[in-house]
């Protein structure tokens, strides 16, 4: 069996008046994240992490933000096709350990959405997708509900 992990890391400007779309899960909130697609911070954190442990380079390089086709983009449409790439590679997603680092919207009440979300998307378990929520203590960037980032680790194996 050959396992390989991979990490991924995303962050995101806040504005006012973008949709919050964090792992596939719309939440009601004044701000949202700013990107070229729909800015799902959790989603592209996991693609990359997916991407990295496949040694298929990242998010960027396969989604790139100068490709108006991908302007708007569902992100769980983008983890449908990085899923797709790994699987031609034999892989298979073991688990997902993600953070989402954030002073609002607040994460807490919609994690189980967000682990079933993840765990359709990459067709695991619910049990095996961890997600948690953190603040940065009112400090930096994300302190001042300025922008907001996500982490993920993913492990791969192909037997």
Do not use: W
Request: charged share 25%.
């Amino acid at each position: 069996m050959t396992i390989r992990v991979g990490l991924g890391y995303d962050v995101h400007q806040l504005k006012a008046g973008r949709p919050c779309v964090l792992g596939g899960v719309t939440f009601e909130s004044a701000l949202g994240p700013d990107g070229h697609s729909d800015a799902d911070v959790l989603l592209h954190a996991v693609c990359d992490a997916i991407l990295g442990a496949a040694g298929l380079r990242d998010i960027g390089f396969h989604f790139p933000n100068t490709d108006q086709s991908f302007k708007n983009a569902d992100s769980r449409n983008l983890l449908k096709e990085v899923m797709r790439l790994v699987s031609e590679k034999g892989y298979r997603v073991g688990n997902v350990d993600a953070t989402v680092v954030s002073e609002q919207p607040k994460i807490s009440p919609k994690i189980f959405e967000i682990k079933q979300s993840i765990a359709n998307l990459c067709q695991i378990d619910t049990n095996d997708v961890g997600v948690k929520a953190t603040t940065s203590e009112k400090l930096g960037f994300i302190g001042r509900e300025e922008g907001i980032e996500a982490q993920a680790v993913v492990l791969l194996f192909k037997d």
